[in-house]
């Protein structure tokens, strides 16, 4: 397997575009988290998901954020309109089912850096 | 509520243990991890320990896990200058969701 797929890896957008980023987690992988990391606040759960249905997004900071899984293979986190300090690393990760001994170890992405001017 | 806090930085020189540290906030938490994050490059898993031990040693690393003080080390023997990185601590929280600590950047001078 390839591993968590992202993309874009560098999206720069102008204050008040919409911006989507892409995630495709790895096969049969139950669970996909979204993290925003930055600076100041270090690594945030955004939203994370089991079998495609939002299990807690309590980590969503405003409307303006919000995020899909149409299918097991899919996903997107969406802004708008981006503001610039929503400029970060956003990272998707999945892990499998409870089933296997690691059961929460969460495979990551590589990252979208996104720069909102 | 759900809290992992990490120094922020710590410096060693090349061939010294590095040790860094975490205390976390859920007492229920079922594993521990550390997770390791290079330049440019999203997070991967180091080590992990499970509530119920107090060490793991695994070649240069080794974690000690103290469930009353809620508190979480890894130590690298021999720190290489290839250990140079972010390192996240990180609990599990009712079941699958992990909650990060913000990272302790190491940095291995030569």
């Known amino acids: 397997d390839a591993g968590v797929i992202q993309s874009p890896r560098h999206e720069v957008t102008e204050m008040g575009q919409e911006v989507t980023l892409r995630c495709k987690p790895i096969?049969?992988?139950?669970?996909l988290f979204w993290y925003r990391q930055t600076m100041m606040r270090g690594l945030e759960l955004l939203i994370y998901?089991?079998?495609?249905?939002?299990?807690?997004d309590s980590g969503m900071p405003e409307d303006r954020f919000s995020a899909k899984m149409p299918n097991a293979s899919f996903s997107t986190l969406k802004i708008q309109p981006s503001e610039p300090r929503d400029s970060a690393v956003y990272f998707c990760?999945?892990?499998?089912?409870?089933?296997?001994?690691?059961?929460?170890?969460?495979?990551f992405g590589q990252g979208t850096r996104l720069t909102v001017v | 509520g759900e809290d992992v806090e990490q120094s922020l930085f710590l410096s060693v020189r090349e061939g010294d243990s590095s040790v860094i540290n975490c205390t976390y906030t859920?007492?229920?938490?079922?594993?521990l991890y550390w997770y390791k994050q290079e330049p440019g490059a999203g997070l991967q898993l180091l080590t992990y320990?499970?509530?119920?031990?107090d060490m793991k040693q695994d070649q240069r690393l080794t974690v000690l896990l103290n469930k009353k003080d809620k508190h979480l080390s890894l130590r690298i023997a021999d720190t290489q200058t290839g250990d140079s990185a972010i390192y996240f601590c990180?609990?599990?929280?009712?079941?699958?969701?992990?909650?990060f600590g913000a990272g302790t950047i190491l940095r291995v001078k030569s």
């Open positions: 859920d007492s229920s938490s079922t594993y």
């Open positions: 320990i499970f509530s119920n031990m």
């Open positions: 990760a999945s892990s499998p089912d409870r089933g296997s001994v690691l059961n929460t170890e969460a495979f």
């Open positions: 998901f089991n079998n495609n249905v939002p299990i807690d």
């Open positions: 096969s049969g992988h139950d669970y």
């Open positions: 990180a609990e599990s929280i009712s079941g699958n969701k992990l909650v």
